[in-house]
């Protein structure tokens, strides 16, 4: 409002008077290169002064476009982290259960092993059985057909070893045995 600005105000009194001073005195002399560089300079700062909010801001959205960008590839990053992490835990405490489940299985096929060690041995019982059944009436049989062909040999014998005259006094003494029980 004063026309100076308060906080550059010395600054520009002293830079200005010691412009002067170095002018006066010809430590700057003023020629066609100096006027042109400062006035370069001058349309510097001016356009400096006045793009730059725009530059900044044109920066500041592009670089918030890109934060926001890498933000959210960041957050997906986490995302599936976190879901690898999750799955890496299922996986430990399945890991933790296939310990039962093994001894389960081994429970299961000790189980499988003592009913198939059970079932070749009632296998085995009935063969053995059937063996022995057979031997049996195969004894059974050799002693019929012995006894049998013993008997028939015997009764063979013992008709061939009666004579004619003992067999009429069989019959003579059975007659006799029955006239004696006969009714009289």
Same mark, same amino acid.
């Given at each position: ?9 010395? *600054?520009? #009194? !002293?830079? +200005? /008077?010691? =412009? ?9 002399? $003023?020629? *066609?290169? #100096? !006027?042109? +560089? /400062?006035? =370069? ?9 006045? $793009?730059?909010?725009? #530059?900044?801001? +044109? ?16 957050? #997906? ?108």
């Amino acid at each position: 409002s004063r026309g100076i600005n308060a906080e550059y105000g010395g *600054a520009a #009194v !002293l830079g +200005g /008077s010691l =412009l002067a001073t170095a002018v006066s005195k010809e430590m700057i002399v $003023l020629d *066609a290169d #100096v !006027l042109a +560089g /400062s006035i =370069l300079f001058a349309c510097t700062y001016g356009l400096g002064k006045k $793009l730059s909010p725009m #530059v900044v801001d +044109g920066l500041d959205k592009y670089t918030s476009n890109i934060e926001t960008t890498m933000n959210e590839g960041k957050k #997906v990053q986490i995302a599936a982290y976190e879901a690898a992490i999750a799955e890496e835990k299922a996986a430990i405490e399945s890991l933790s259960l296939a310990g039962d489940i093994f001894d389960i299985k081994r429970e299961l096929v000790q189980i499988e092993l003592e009913a198939e060690y059970r079932r070749r041995v009632k296998s085995v019982h009935t063969e053995v059985k059937k063996r022995l059944d057979y031997q049996v009436e195969l004894e059974n049989a050799k002693k019929a057909f012995i006894r049998d062909h013993i008997v028939s040999w015997l009764e063979q014998e013992v008709i061939a070893s009666i004579t004619p005259e003992q067999e009429e006094a069989n019959i003579n003494q059975c007659i006799a045995s029955l006239a004696l029980l006969a009714p009289q």
